[in-house]
Structure formats: C-alpha cells, structure tokens
C-alpha cells in the first residue's frame, strides 16, 4: 500500500471528531462536565457504546476524566476546549494556510447576563470564579457565588486572587437560599457534592465544572493555583457565551 503524502492524510483531529457519536459527546460536553449515565441519556445510547467512544476521545487527549470528589464510583468527562482550539487551527492550516484559525481570544464584544457559580462552602471555587468572571467582564456581567454549607473564604484562594490582580479581601460567603426565586441565565456547579446531593436553582442554562476542592489538597496554596488556573481557563470560555444572543424565554 502506497502512503499518501502528509499534506492529502486526514488531520488525526477529523478523523476521530468526524464520527456521528463522537462529534455528539463534544457537542455535549463543551456545554459541561458530565457522567457516562447522563450522556447515555442525553445521546439515547446504550452505555458500552459511549464508553467506548469516550475512550477514543480521551486517547486523542480531547477529553479528560476525574473521579467525582462525592461519589468516587463515578466519573465526571471534561472536553479540553484548549486543544480542541489547537487542533482545529492546525486542520485549518493543513487544507490551505489562509485558513489557519487563530486561537480564541477575550470576545471585543461586551459580555451580558447573571451567572451564579455554586460549591459546598463558598469558600474558595465558586468565589475564585466569580472574582475572575467579574474582572474579565469589567462587571458588565451580574456574577454572584454561594454555598450550600457556607464557610471562612480560605486565606489562599485570597492570596491567589491577588496575585491574578483581583482584590477579594471583602468576599463573604452566602448561603444559596438567598437566591431562591431570582432566576439567573447560567448556573454553574464547581462542587461534586452540591451538584450530585442539591437540586439546581432554575436558570436558562446550567452547567457542572468538575473541580477538585484545593483546601482538602495536602499541596496547599499550589493547588488553589492549580484552581485558579482551570478556573481562569473555564471562564474565559464562558465569555463567549456570555456574548452571544440570548433567545426569547418561552412563556
């Protein structure tokens, strides 16, 4: 058998994202982190078919797994929207250099909408991700946090903050029934626990980031840097979508 030429082979990125199934389980999880039991519903297959193809994607280093910190029987999967980015800038090159992407930048677009970003104690994630949503959006989007079991703001994820630039010294935890009855546009887990054991306050959209807690971390203050850094990353996609237009609620 002949060898193509590299320039007429197949970019590896096509070749595993082109199947149905597994150009489904992207679409899927760049909206959020999810299960296999939910993705098997959502796509109505059956569970070693998605397993299987999930397995593929994570061989691609697409998608990644992380044990949930509530139930360590399950695994949340998380689309890596960063090599997905390199990826396709590369594909676009490889079928003529005009159509090189450049990688995502912060939208010129202002961003809109209320996010409210939810874990256990409202002590470190959901405040890191709402500090770094509201200084990237200069406050253009209504951002709030809070807990379902609300503790001290932990001193490193202060510390954190400022060394990102962002002054969180006055962050108070809130308990989430202080928002019962205001409707948000994106809620958004970052907690296992409050995701799996809380029902979800009502919101155009909802999401679950899979974030490790980095005060139960041994490492200490590099591990909430280790946050703060896939937080940072996790938001600034999420602008994105903040910027986009917004349909119509149904009546």
């Excluded at 010129?108 to 200084?135: D, I, K, P, W, Y």
């Excluded at 990102?164 to 809620?187: N, R």
């Excluded at 958004?188 to 971390?217: F, G, K, M, N």
Aim: aromatic residues 6%.
């Amino acid at each position: 058998m002949v060898a193509l030429p590299a320039r007429t082979q197949t970019p590896a990125f096509l070749r595993v994202a082109g199947h149905p199934l597994r150009w489904q389980l992207l679409t899927e999880l760049a909206a959020g982190d999810r299960r296999v039991q939910e993705l098997t519903t959502l796509l109505h297959q059956p569970q070693n078919l998605v397993s299987y193809h999930l397995a593929q994607l994570r061989a691609a280093g697409l998608v990644t797994g992380r044990r949930s910190s509530a139930d360590g029987r399950d695994t949340y999967y998380r689309l890596d929207l960063a090599r997905c980015a390199t990826h396709l800038t590369a594909t676009g090159g490889a079928l003529h250099p005009a159509l090189g992407l450049t990688p995502p930048t912060t939208p010129t677009v202002t961003a809109s909408g209320q996010v409210l970003f939810l874990c256990t104690g409202n002590s470190s994630r959901s405040q890191m991700a709402e500090a770094l949503l509201r200084h990237r959006t200069s406050g253009s989007v209504t951002v709030f946090s809070a807990g379902s079991q609300p503790k001290p703001v932990q001193p490193h994820a202060i510390a954190v903050m400022a060394a990102h630039g962002i002054d969180m010294s006055t962050a108070q935890p809130k308990h989430l029934d202080v928002f019962t009855g205001t409707h948000f546009d994106h809620v958004i887990t970052v907690c296992d626990r409050i995701r799996e054991t809380r029902p979800q306050l009502p919101a155009r959209h909802t999401a679950h980031w899979s974030i490790p807690d980095p005060a139960r971390d041994p490492d200490g203050y590099p591990a909430f840097e280790r946050v703060a850094a896939e937080l940072a990353e996790r938001v600034g996609f999420l602008i994105h979508t903040l910027t986009q237009p917004q349909p119509p609620e149904a009546p």
